[in-house]
């Protein structure tokens, strides 16, 4: 019989033909609920391979019943709900979805970054209201993004192409990163510098860290704090990156002007979070990839990681590479 292949969402389907091809494949019918734990637990069981969603934790608890797992592939560049040291122990492959969604994301964090600047999302609701009288010297006045200094924490694919974006603005670009990326120093103009230096001279710090035991929780009151008044922050990797308490209360003291937050600690984030309340806080639910193009890239290029690996073929995006001989 064919392998199964449990897919935890409802994902567009001509991403599914290869894959249904040589496997038996079960959908979760749903767009926009997670599947319950009980059912994921179950279906794991007997999955070979597992098509996820970074809203589903692949944890050790699942991983240990998962006897006939091979496979699993995260709709998602990040890939920080699997634990990827157990899966890797276990000989299974740990997939995601990185470069198609590069420059889509890249076009999301500058796009944040102005309407954070610029009030975008307060001007558009400003208008909409009919609170629009007249023009006016400093209404709704924002703050400049060309020739200021963006830092970039987090100079990988998806950094660099922020960057790329922030030359055509003239801006100063600093970035802090695990490893130097000579590339993004020759070709942008980059400049490495030490975090501290980064929070300090930037006004604007994007976050696009992936979440590891490194950064997690790493943007508390003191790094903020220590940012300058007038900063910015974006954030569109992973909300467990920031403590979120205490960011609030760095926007409410105005130790920094303002927050364009596509991530949250707890997502989905409800009406009444204290984030919501602020005016100099632009929020989006989770849509840095989300185009049409480029979620379907990502779930075909999901699909084939599965394929490859049942096949036995080397996967085109594996994490944990070493396990493959
Ligand atoms: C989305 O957050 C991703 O990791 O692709
Ligand atoms: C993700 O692809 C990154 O390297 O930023």
């Known amino acids: 019989s064919k392998p199964f292949v449990f897919v935890t969402r409802q994902v567009p389907e001509v991403s599914l033909t290869a894959l249904k091809e040589m496997a038996e494949v079960e959908v979760w019918p749903e767009k926009e609920t997670p599947v319950p734990r009980e059912i994921l637990l179950k279906k794991a069981e007997k999955a070979v391979g597992l098509y996820t969603m970074l809203t589903d934790s692949i944890d050790e608890e699942l991983l240990n019943r998962a006897a006939n797992l091979k496979v699993i592939a995260n709709l998602a560049v990040g890939f920080d709900n699997i634990d990827v040291d157990m899966a890797s122990e276990k000989g299974i ?3 995601n979805t990185p470069e198609v969604l590069s420059d889509t994301t890249a076009d999301l964090t500058f796009a944040l970054l102005m309407a954070t600047s610029r009030r ?11 609170k629009w009288n007249n023009w006016a010297p400093l209404l709704l006045a924002g703050t400049d993004i060309h020739h200021k200094t963006i830092g970039i924490l987090g100079m990988g694919r998806i950094g660099s192409a922020v960057a790329k974006r922030a030359t055509g603005f003239e801006m100063e670009i600093l970035y802090h990163n695990r490893s130097h990326n000579e590339k993004a120093e020759k070709e942008l103009g980059a400049t490495f510098v030490s975090f501290d230096e980064l929070i300090e001279r930037s006004d604007y710090v994007v976050c696009l860290a992936p979440m590891t035991d490194d950064t997690k ?3 508390t009151y003191d790094v903020f704090e220590k940012m300058k008044r007038s900063a910015i922050f974006i954030n569109a990797s992973r909300g467990g990156i920031v403590v979120e308490e205490d ?4 926007l409410k003291e105005e130790k920094i002007a303002g927050a364009g937050l596509d ?5 989905p984030i409800t009406t009444d979070h204290p984030l919501l309340s602020l005016s100099n806080v632009v929020a989006l ?3 840095g990839s989300a185009s049409i193009e480029t979620r379907l890239a990502m779930a075909a290029l999901a ?3 599965i394929v490859n690996v049942i096949k036995g073929d080397r996967p085109e995006a594996i994490v944990n590479g070493d396990i493959l001989k």
Do not use: T
């Open 303 to 305: 699909s084939r990681n």
């Open 120 to 130: 975008i999302v307060e001007a558009a609701q400003y208008i909409k209201e009919g």
């Open 93 to 95: 492959a740990v997939c």
């Open 247 to 250: 960011l609030i209360k760095a």
């Open 217 to 219: 929780d790493l943007f």
């Open 263 to 267: 991530v949250f600690r707890q997502e």
């Open 285 to 287: 639910p989770h849509i």
